[in-house]
């Protein structure tokens, strides 16, 4: 925030979900440790809630963190401020005919299930939330794409359409649950001291 503030970049012109997922994630950690140390069952149930409760705001924002409009400022429709030469929609319902309406018609749990892998434990949490956020962003255009096409009509769902918001919830899954998984066996190690890199 230190080095924001002194480019004298306005706040509200950035994104905090990096942040966001990787305090959650700090936060899990220490969940979990508080609930490997309880000492009683109650502090053992207190932290077991905490540790749930703090596990679904991560949840939260390692889904947002799938759905390319949120990493972008074309986050509902393009902006007619912007250069449009593929002359995606302006449409302001866009965002919520493609995440909500869409998806509730469409997109069965069933179908993504399959398609989440297992958990596996990060080598470097921040720079495995960078490149899943990347990713995500990389498919800004490609979902303006398919909205052009007539693929997120919530009346008519069609194949490319949902398959593309598919994979999405899929890697979401796969990330929150490598997310969870690392933070359970980085709770079990020794807490790394104030110089540790």
Do not use: C
Not at 161 to 168: L, P, S, Y
Request: proline fraction near 7%; charged fraction near 20%; glycine fraction near 8%.
């Amino acid at each position: 925030m230190e080095k924001v503030s002194a480019k004298r970049i306005e706040l509200a012109k950035i994104g905090y979900l990096p942040y966001a997922i990787l305090e959650n994630y700090g936060k899990l950690v220490n969940a979990f440790r508080f609930w490997r140390n309880a000492k009683t069952p109650e502090d053992r149930e207190s932290a077991r809630q905490n540790a749930v409760y703090v596990a679904g705001v991560l949840g939260h924002y390692v889904g947002d963190g799938s759905m390319p409009m949120h990493l972008s400022i074309q986050y509902n429709g393009w902006l007619e401020t912007s250069p449009n030469p593929k002359g995606f929609t302006t449409d302001r319902g866009f965002h919520n005919r493609y995440e909500n309406l869409y998806v509730n018609i469409a997109v069965e749990a069933t179908v993504v299930r399959p398609k989440v892998q297992g958990p596996q434990r990060l080598a470097n949490v921040w720079d495995s939330i960078k490149q899943y956020l990347g990713l995500a962003f990389s498919e800004v255009e490609p979902a303006y794409e398919l909205e052009k096409a007539g693929e997120f009509n919530p009346q008519q769902p069609r194949p490319k359409g949902t398959e593309f918001i598919v994979n999405e919830l899929a890697r979401a899954s796969t990330m929150l649950g490598s997310l969870w998984y690392t933070a359970w066996l980085e709770s079990g190690e020794p807490i790394p001291g104030p110089n540790a890199k």
